[in-house]
């Protein structure tokens, strides 16, 4: 079974900071995907950033990067020059290819607020 | 930009009534889901479409919930007698391959249906 942790319930920081959310991951599998999600107070969720478990590079979009330490299990959003509507829930994810299943499991979410 | 939509954005119901909730998924995509979000929990997995066919299904997925494509566009998830619990936001999502190469995973999510059952 897959399992994602984050154990971070709110976070703040400063406008213009870097700001990481942890995510810790837990499978047997050797082929998963990472994902992270971002879910403002209007309710959708919007798909920030992927990072595949043979992927040698972190991941990088625009201001959020992956900090994926595949040893440590661990798959932390780092979201650099953090701005006022950076402020929402976010949401790491994996999927792994376990016995053909693409079921993705999501963590808890952490709540990012940005303060000026 | 293509994107996914839901109808309506808010659905009130009596506890027992039938509710149908609408999707429209980006037209080239080929696997559709519908998520559940209970109120401050985490998003969790219903179903997986593909082919006209359910692929995956979670435990929440039970007898009272079913997955229709009745035309080349719409995605409709009904929940046959509605329960108090199954009150949530309701996601639908869309994806154009099923694969582990990092094209193949962007799922874009719909703005949500939020149920709320009396």
């Known amino acids: 079974a897959q399992k994602i942790t984050q154990t971070q319930p709110g976070m703040f920081v400063q406008e213009k900071e870097a700001v990481t959310l942890d995510c810790t991951y837990d499978?047997?599998?050797?082929?998963?995907?990472l994902f992270w999600y971002k879910q403002p107070s209007s309710g959708e969720m919007i798909f920030l950033i992927y990072?595949?478990?043979?992927?040698?590079q972190n991941a990088t979009e625009g201001r959020y990067s992956l900090n994926f330490q595949k040893a440590r299990k661990s798959a932390n959003l780092v979201i650099s020059a953090s701005q006022l509507g950076d402020s929402a829930m976010y949401f790491c994810?994996?999927?792994?290819?376990?016995?053909?299943?693409?079921?993705?499991?999501f963590g808890r979410g952490t709540s990012l607020i940005v303060h000026p | 930009e293509p994107e996914v939509t839901q109808t309506p954005s808010h659905q009130v119901t009596q506890m027992g009534q039938e509710v149908i909730l609408r999707c429209v998924p980006i037209?080239?995509?080929?696997?559709f889901y519908w998520y559940r979000q209970i109120l401050g929990q985490k998003v969790e997995f219903l179903v997986s479409?593909?082919?006209?066919?359910?692929?995956?299904k979670s435990e929440i997925f039970d007898d009272q919930f079913s997955v229709e494509r009745p035309d080349g566009s719409n995605f409709t998830l009904k929940i046959r007698s509605t329960k108090l619990e199954d009150s949530a936001m309701y996601f639908c999502?869309?994806?154009?391959?099923?694969?582990?190469?990092?094209?193949?995973?962007?799922?874009?999510f719909g703005p949500g249906t939020r149920l709320t059952v009396l």
């Open positions: 499978t047997s599998d050797q082929s998963y995907g």
């Open positions: 994810a994996m999927r792994s290819a376990s016995g053909g299943s693409y079921i993705p499991t």
């Open positions: 479409f593909y082919n006209n066919e359910i692929s995956e």
């Open positions: 037209s080239n995509h080929l696997y």
């Open positions: 999502a869309s994806r154009a391959y099923q694969g582990m190469g990092s094209s193949y995973n962007e799922q874009f």
């Open positions: 990072q595949g478990s043979y992927d040698e």
